[in-house]
């Protein structure tokens, strides 16, 4: 179901701000980058919004 996609989606999210959040404290990296998603190079903000609002 698309519930289930989302919240798929939801939980890789929070798990990799954690991972760079602790990676932030390790190496200083700039808090911007934690909006962006490694794997794809996109935004976070938007790919929630569009999951949730689909």
Known sequence: SQYAEA???IVDFLEELLLKIYEAG?????WNDLL???RTGQ???RYIRT???N
Request: a positive charge; aromatic letters at 12%; hydrophobic letters at 10%.
């Open 7 to 9: 919240k798929k989606y």
């Open 26 to 30: 390790e190496h200083g990296t700039q």
């Open 36 to 38: 962006t998603d490694r």
């Open 43 to 45: 935004e976070h903000k």
């Open 51 to 53: 999951y949730l609002l």
